[in-house]
């Protein structure tokens, strides 16, 4: 049981370049988030997916897009990075449950847009 | 928006004392969970309150949901140098989760 992975770990892009960053979870989660943490900011909701082909946004998704083609794996795109964009990246993903619906995150991507 | 504070950002302590932050949100919540991130880590999941009132207890930390649902806090006793990282509210609403700006914890020896 890997849990929740994320590739690649690191990446230093140019402004203007595009990426995706791929979210992979095996424990058969329907929620999965993409969020942003920069210091002092705490984590940020970018978009997230209650299942298998649904997105949505989340609190700052402008630059940003997403794709839920298979329930295991979220992917994040930026289609034109900018500086701005600089930051660490973490996946989460949790189950269906009011009561249990604790969140597993990945252990982040390092983001740096020159 | 939605927004959750939580104070304080940061907090040195010897090791031994007390430690105390406190999440605020300008909403209702459905529930609120906690979280640390060891430096260079991950948020790990704590716990969750679910309830009006609600309190537990997990060894030395002592959480807390207040009656409107809309604060929280997490104590700690008797700090130890493996407490050392953020600490995270997260509330619960629709299906997003509203994270606080977290609390540095370091812990003197």
């Known amino acids: 049981n890997a849990g929740v992975t994320q590739t690649p770990k690191f990446r230093v892009l140019k402004t203007g370049q595009s990426m995706t960053l791929l979210c992979a979870q095996d424990?058969?989660?329907?929620?999965m988030y993409w969020y942003r943490q920069d210091p002092g900011m705490g984590l940020r909701l970018i978009h997230y997916s209650v299942g298998e082909g649904t997105t949505a946004k989340g609190e700052v998704p402008d630059g940003y897009n997403v794709s839920r083609l298979k329930k295991q794996n979220f992917l994040l795109g930026l289609e034109s990075a900018a500086p701005s964009q600089t930051s660490v990246y973490f996946c989460?993903?949790?189950?269906?449950?009011?009561?249990?619906?604790?969140?597993?995150f990945g252990p982040g991507t390092r983001l740096t847009v020159l | 928006g939605q927004q959750v504070m939580q104070i304080p950002q940061y907090q040195h302590v010897q090791e031994g004392e007390d430690f105390t932050t406190y999440c605020n949100s300008s909403t209702t919540l459905s529930n609120i969970q906690w979280y640390k991130q060891r430096p260079g880590g991950h948020p790990v999941f704590l716990i969750q309150?679910?309830?009006?009132?609600e309190v537990k207890k997990q060894k030395r930390l002592t959480f807390q949901f207040g009656e409107a649902k809309k604060n929280s806090s997490l104590h700690i006793t008797a700090t130890q140098t493996t407490d050392v990282g953020t600490y995270f509210c997260?509330?619960?609403?629709?299906?997003?989760?509203?994270f606080g700006t977290g609390t540095s914890l370091t812990v003197i020896p």
């Open positions: 997260a509330g619960f609403l629709g299906n997003q989760f509203y």
């Open positions: 309150l679910v309830k009006s009132g």
């Open positions: 989460a993903s949790r189950r269906d449950s009011p009561l249990y619906n604790e969140q597993f």
């Open positions: 424990m058969n989660h329907e929620y």
